[in-house]
């Protein structure tokens, strides 16, 4: 039990550390960004 929380801290504090000094990117939007380009290319061209 210790040694999860100890592991829990202090990921969760290196993970604080990092996106506040370094340009982390926002995982939500590429995620999306790549389901629309999927999409995109899934759907035949109406004509």
Same mark, same amino acid.
């Given at each position: 039990? &210790? %040694?999860f929380l100890?592991?829990?801290? &202090?990921g969760?504090?290196?993970g604080m550390y990092l996106? %506040?000094?370094?340009?982390?990117?926002n995982l939500a939007k590429k995620l999306e960004?790549?389901?629309k380009d &999927?999409?995109?290319k899934k759907k035949p061209p109406s004509s």
């Open positions: 039990m &210790l %040694q100890l592991g829990f801290t &202090l969760n504090v290196v996106a %506040q000094n370094y340009d982390i990117p960004e790549i389901k &999927l999409d995109a």
